[in-house]
Each structure stands twice: as structure tokens, then as C-alpha cells.
């Protein structure tokens, strides 16, 4: 479960998150997390948000932000804000790490979602930020903080999410995994 001033660490690339407020501490409202990026380039394709707003706040380095068509380079002290719905990605483009705040609203389940993921990531079930078809899916399915792949049909992943999901639950694939946050999903 995560926990305000929780940091976990990705031991593949050293990227880190320290929870400074979870959707407990929020009662749902929204997750607030301060993200330290080492590595470099796009670790997750474009995508949107269902019913999140993402609001990122640099405090050093320059985080690159895909949004509106446009690529925008957000130094220490600048702020944006991606309204869900909307088809965005965020990454570190540089040779050196970029340091930001990174807002989730409403919270849902987004805080267990990176605490998820960096999990499978230290655990070797990710390569270069891909966590594999069957496990995306089970993730899309099954978590509250619904997000889509920008560049595929929603009616094509609702029909793979439907199909395939449910398999790979039976398969052992979760959403939330007990190993991770303490609770399955």
C-alpha cells in the first residue's frame, strides 16, 4: 500500500517516486508524488487518461511533454497541466535527470498503479518501460484509472481487454498485485 514518504526506486534505470500524498491521505482527491528521472526518452506510449487530470511541476532539469500536437520543454519552476481525455506522454530527454512533482486528480488508484509498476519493473517483467501485452491489458481492465493508448482504437483495446484480460487474470496476471501494495487487484 503506498504510504506518504514511501520512495520506491526503479533498480533498472534508478528512477525514483516518493509518495507526498496518496489517495488515503487525500481521501481520493488526488495523489501527489515528487519523481526524480534518470533515464531517458519515452518509457510509456502516447496515452490518455479517462478521469485524471496530470499535473506536473518541474523543480530542476527540463521534462519534455507531448500535449496538443506540440512538444513542450518545461524548465525548473514551470508548471502544465493535462486534462484527461487528452492525448499526452512525459519523459526526460536529456543526459541528465530531470526532478518534478507530479499531481494525479481525482487519485483513484494511480498511487498503487506506479507502486505496481516499478514493482514488475525491478522484478524483470518489463522491458524498456513495456510491460507486455497481457499484463497492459489486465492492467487497463481491472484498475479505476483508466487509460488508453493514444495511437489504437478504444474500441479495439475494449474488445482485447475483454478477451484477453480475463485470461491472463486466470494466467496469474493482476492489476494490483499483494506482493507489491499489499492487496490484489
Given amino acids: 500500500m503506498p504510504t506518504k514518504g514511501q520512495t520506491i526506486i526503479n533498480p533498472t534505470n534508478g528512477d525514483s517516486y516518493e509518495f507526498l500524498e496518496t489517495a488515503k491521505d487525500s481521501n481520493g482527491e488526488r495523489i501527489i508524488m515528487k519523481a526524480v528521472i534518470k533515464s531517458k ?6 496515452h ?3 478521469f485524471q487530470d496530470e499535473t506536473f511541476e518541474v523543480i530542476s532539469g527540463q521534462l519534455t511533454v507531448l500535449f496538443e500536437g506540440k512538444t513542450h520543454k518545461l524548465s525548473a519552476g514551470e508548471k502544465i497541466t493535462l486534462p484527461k481525455n487528452v492525448p499526452h506522454n512525459h519523459y526526460n530527454d536529456e543526459i541528465t535527470s530531470v526532478t518534478y512533482l507530479h499531481s494525479v486528480t481525482p487519485a483513484l488508484d494511480f498511487d498503487y498503479l506506479i507502486e505496481n509498476l516499478v514493482g514488475l519493473a525491478a522484478d524483470g517483467k518489463s522491458k524498456n ?9 489486465v492492467a ?11 495511437d489504437i482504437p478504444i474500441g479495439v483495446q475494449k474488445i482485447l481487454m475483454n478477451i484477453i484480460a480475463p485470461i491472463g487474470r486466470l494466467l496469474g496476471y493482476r492489476a494490483i498485485y499483494k506482493k507489491y501494495s499489499g492487496i490484489e487487484k
Avoid at 41 to 46: E, R, S
Avoid at 140 to 150: H, V
Fill in 48 to 50: 490518455f487518461h479517462v
Fill in 140 to 150: 487497463l481492465k481491472y484498475l479505476d484509472s483508466k487509460s488508453y493508448l493514444a
Fill in 41 to 46: 526518452g519515452q518509457l510509456v506510449p502516447k
Fill in 129 to 137: 518501460g513495456k510491460y507486455g501485452l497481457v499484463q497492459e491489458l
